[in-house]
């Protein structure tokens, strides 16, 4: 550490209340955005550990206060759980309506000192290991039937928008992988990403701008909670799927000790907003990243997944997948700028201090301490000058794989795992696995490709691979 060890106050400013916390959400969501937002306070005060207010602020939270930690050193705190307590902080200052969830506190918003977290999760690591040998297998048949209708998309209008397939075939794959049904072939019909789509929203509306007219949108979202009622109907159908397609999942559960109600709400939960919407996020994000950094990346991943399926007899493997570095390094460099869950919430335990790069921070008891992951992912002690900049080949090597501590995406280091008394991710591999799988399948594919990248991924062009790994059926 360089500066003084010497501890001090926090600085920063909250303003007046309830005046300083709708001008900062308007700053936030408006007028400078949130990359913006945070950095600006680190500016004007001159550190990385500093006090601001969060959205959504009034009337949705009591207390949008807390203590940023805003760098890649400071950040770490918010994993360590005999520091900091994470009941009910999943979204931040504010919590959801337990009725979007069938009554429940699901495990996201438990604490690892609550004894249901440790079933719950318990549970969910079962359920990943005893779907292991379904992921690939679900994931190849449901994504070569997307490129098949982007294919013809580009040759009906020459162009298909990736964010709309994505969150179709996302949805009918995540529950063929975990539960061997897809959505699709069940009631639920091709209105599941639409239910899905629609729940998220109500939970996380406090959280995000639609794009809208601010007079329409802090109003509507940001002011006050959207009824839960309105979606009562759209989860009856939801947990309808998931109470018969998991049946074995919930079996499973009783003999750990957990109700098949609370168990299955807690599955819904999991698959759909922790799962599927984390697809909904990173698939575009990846893509995008790899259609700007054009074709000499393409060529190198073409090449490194090609010769890997090759070695393994033409069949996309574990092993195989193990021996792609780049494609490895590819998916955590995307996860790194543009992590699914952006922000991370905990109220210290006890008096604490707080390290960054420069200096030493008192935190009281009881204080909300929160981590902007982009802040600390983009840092550029840690990263260089290339901090904020998409290096496909960053994490390659022996050096680039002492970087991958500092790759925290999924509520923890990338270097550790999850378990049953932290907090960490429990599909955390999971998430590696399909980014890995997404880049294959493309790849396998296609020699390059070209897209429109804004707000969404558009597929403009792809260029057939002129050399094949697989029988044409497989591919």
């Given amino acids: 550490m360089s500066g003084s060890s010497v501890p001090r106050s926090v600085p920063g400013s909250y303003g007046l209340p309830v005046i300083g916390a709708v001008r900062d959400r308007l700053d936030f969501y408006y007028f400078q955005g949130q990359d913006k937002y945070f950095e600006s306070r680190v500016d004007r005060y001159g550190s990385t550990v500093v006090r601001i207010n969060v959205p959504p602020g009034p009337f949705m939270a009591r207390d949008p206060r807390v203590v940023a930690l805003l760098d890649a050193k400071s950040f770490p705190v918010l994993f360590d759980v005999t520091k900091v307590e994470k009941k009910n902080v999943f979204t931040g200052t504010y919590m959801p309506s337990t009725s979007l969830t069938g009554g429940y506190r699901v495990c996201s918003y438990l604490d690892p000192s609550e004894p249901t977290h440790a079933k719950v999760k318990q549970l969910l690591f079962s359920l990943l290991l005893s ?15 997307l490129f098949d209708t982007v294919e013809s ?12 397939l994505n969150d179709v075939t996302a949805f009918d794959f995540v529950g063929e992988a975990y ?6 072939a069940t009631d639920l019909g091709k209105g599941g990403p639409t239910k899905a789509a ?9 959280l995000i701008t639609l794009g809208l007219p601010m007079i329409i949108e802090e109003p509507l979202l940001h002011t006050f909670h959207l009824p839960p009622f309105l979606l009562s109907g759209d989860y009856k159908a939801l947990y309808k799927y998931f109470s018969t397609a998991a049946s074995q999942a919930l079996d499973t559960a009783e003999s750990i000790g957990l109700s098949r109600e609370e168990a299955c709400h807690n599955l819904l939960f999991a698959t759909t907003f922790n799962s599927y919407g984390g697809i909904k996020i990173m698939f575009p994000s990846l ?10 990346l393409h060529e190198k991943l073409a090449a490194e997944i090609r010769a890997a399926v090759a070695e393994a007899g033409g069949e996309v493997t574990f092993p195989a997948l193990e021996k792609m570095e780049l494609t490895k390094s590819v998916v955590w460099e995307a996860l790194r700028l543009d992590p699914p869950v952006k922000f991370q919430y905990g109220h210290a335990k006890t008096d604490l201090e707080i390290e960054s790069h420069d200096a030493v921070f008192q935190v009281k008891k009881g204080e909300m301490l929160f981590g902007y992951q982009p802040c600390a992912t983009k840092d550029a002690v840690v990263f260089g000058p290339t901090a904020r900049e998409f290096v496909g080949d960053r994490f390659v090597g022996e050096e680039g794989s002492n970087l991958l501590q500092y790759v925290y995406w999924s509520n923890g280091r990338e270097t550790e ?23 294959v399948e493309l790849f396998l594919r296609y020699d390059t490709f070209t897209a429109d990248v804004g707000t969404g991924v558009v597929f403009t062009g792809v260029t057939k691979a002129t050399s094949r790994v697989l029988p044409p059926s497989k591919v």
């Fill in 131 to 145: 779907r292991k040998d379904a992921v690939v297998p679900a994931f190849r048949s449901n994504f070569s039937k």
């Fill in 153 to 164: 998309q580009i040759a009906q209008d020459g162009k298909a928008d990736f964010g709309k």
């Fill in 179 to 184: 539960f061997g049904v897809r959505p699709s």
């Fill in 198 to 206: 629609l729940w998220l929203l109500w939970q996380l509306h406090p």
């Fill in 287 to 296: 893509l995008a990243n790899v259609a700007k950094a054009g074709k000499t």
């Fill in 417 to 439: 795992n999850p378990s049953l008394d932290n907090k960490q991710c429990p599909g955390k591999n999971f998430v590696v696995l399909v980014g890995r799988l997404f880049l």
